[in-house]
């Protein structure tokens, strides 16, 4: 239960920034006046506020992430399959939306517990933050080598594939190793299976083998760059190198984008019309995904055979 405290007295300080982005931002810092004369700032109410108007998995997410925050040292103690069972959201957007708050400096990891940045939320004087902002920045000191370099998933592909489908980026946390749509919630090698007239196979290694035999090559847009020294520097994604794939398998004539995000990530960082020769299609992502408008598996079915045929 979240407590309510905007019958309280506050203080409010505005206080100026620069993200991550270069932009300088202003913000209005709430402080609650306590017992001895002191205030504490306090954005949780506004924060949960803010996640309902987000809504969706995003919302849902960084609602729990608040909801279940130890003021005391600004960490949450919880695993990726935790939030999953509490919020009914799937695990790669539980994955995604955690990668994202990492990568914009809201949040950091570790195995089984986070912290939030106390520059978005904390309770305390001055001097407690102070100690939190302290922590936060040596926050992976004591896990130097938890983070490799990049993380980058290998393409599926060989000299006689002709269609690459595109995917936005590698998600986390699926083991030791990383696997294309490992996720069960979703439908991409159920749905690229009956696209082909092929029986779905169980063994990962024996599904890629029938993307190939199907002359389908898979990858991600981006890879994840991580800090070459733990604590130091953000996570960045940084697209993979095309030039060098479709220069070393000509055959691709053809890029299929798994959902808009993938489309507009490669738009982004990597110009079409270095490609004239490929036809870029944007197909409804795999992925489960909530909304007004989302598309029923049958109809994601029906516009990936148009591209996608025995």
């Given at each position: 239960?979240?407590?309510?405290?905007?019958?309280?007295?506050?203080?409010?300080?505005?206080?100026?920034?620069?993200?991550?982005?270069g932009?300088?931002?202003?913000?209005?810092k709430?402080?609650r006046?306590?017992?001895?004369?002191?205030?504490?700032?306090?954005?949780?109410?506004?924060?949960?506020?803010?996640?309902?108007?987000?809504?969706?998995?995003?919302?849902?997410?960084?609602?729990?992430?608040?909801?279940?925050?130890?003021?005391?040292?600004?960490?949450?103690?919880?695993?990726?399959?935790?939030?999953v069972?509490?919020?009914?959201?799937?695990?790669a957007?539980?994955?995604?939306?955690?990668?994202?708050?990492?990568?914009?400096?809201?949040?950091?990891?570790?195995?089984?517990?986070?912290?939030?940045?106390?520059?978005?939320?904390?309770?305390?004087?001055?001097?407690?933050?102070?100690?939190?902002?302290?922590?936060?920045?040596?926050?992976?000191e004591?896990?130097?080598?938890?983070?490799?370099?990049s993380?980058?998933?290998?393409?599926?592909?060989?000299?006689?594939?002709?269609?690459?489908?595109?995917?936005?980026?590698?998600?986390?946390?699926?083991?030791?190793h990383?696997?294309?749509?490992?996720?069960?919630?979703?439908?991409?090698?159920?749905?690229?299976?009956?696209?082909?007239?092929?029986?779905?196979?169980?063994?990962?290694?024996?599904?890629?083998?029938?993307?190939?035999?199907?002359?389908?090559?898979?990858w991600?847009?981006?890879?994840?760059?991580?800090?070459?020294?733990?604590?130091?520097?953000?996570?960045?994604?940084?697209?993979?190198?095309?030039?060098?794939?479709?220069?070393?398998?000509?055959?691709?004539?053809?890029?299929?984008?798994?959902?808009?995000?993938?489309?507009?990530?490669f738009?982004?960082?990597?110009?079409?019309?270095?490609?004239?020769?490929?036809?870029?299609?944007?197909?409804?992502?795999?992925?489960?995904?909530?909304?007004?408008?989302?598309?029923?598996?049958?109809?994601?079915?029906?516009?990936?055979?148009?591209?996608?045929?025995?």
């Amino acid at each position: 239960m979240i407590d309510d405290y905007r019958d309280n007295t506050f203080k409010v300080v505005e206080e100026t920034f620069v993200n991550n982005k270069g932009e300088q931002l202003t913000v209005e810092k709430h402080y609650r006046k306590q017992a001895r004369g002191n205030f504490y700032k306090t954005h949780k109410i506004e924060i949960m506020d803010l996640c309902k108007v987000i809504g969706g998995s995003k919302g849902k997410v960084m609602a729990y992430l608040v909801e279940h925050l130890n003021f005391t040292d600004n960490t949450v103690k919880v695993t990726h399959n935790k939030i999953v069972k509490d919020t009914g959201v799937s695990y790669a957007a539980v994955s995604n939306v955690l990668a994202e708050l990492e990568h914009a400096g809201l949040l950091k990891m570790k195995t089984g517990y986070l912290m939030i940045s106390p520059g978005l939320m904390m309770r305390g004087d001055l001097r407690k933050e102070h100690m939190l902002e302290k922590a936060y920045r040596d926050f992976y000191e004591d896990e130097p080598t938890k983070y490799p370099k990049s993380i980058i998933l290998p393409s599926i592909i060989d000299t006689n594939s002709e269609i690459l489908i595109l995917s936005s980026f590698p998600i986390e946390g699926d083991g030791p190793h990383l696997q294309y749509y490992a996720d069960s919630a979703d439908k991409f090698w159920e749905l690229i299976f009956s696209c082909l007239g092929e029986e779905d196979p169980t063994d990962y290694a024996e599904k890629t083998a029938l993307l190939l035999k199907n002359n389908i090559a898979l990858w991600t847009v981006m890879h994840i760059m991580q800090p070459v020294r733990a604590g130091t520097l953000q996570r960045q994604f940084k697209p993979n190198d095309f030039q060098k794939l479709l220069k070393n398998y000509p055959n691709i004539k053809t890029i299929v984008f798994n959902g808009d995000k993938a489309f507009q990530l490669f738009k982004k960082s990597v110009p079409l019309k270095d490609f004239p020769d490929i036809k870029p299609f944007k197909l409804p992502t795999t992925s489960p995904s909530r909304g007004r408008y989302v598309k029923t598996y049958e109809e994601k079915l029906n516009e990936w055979k148009c591209l996608i045929k025995e």
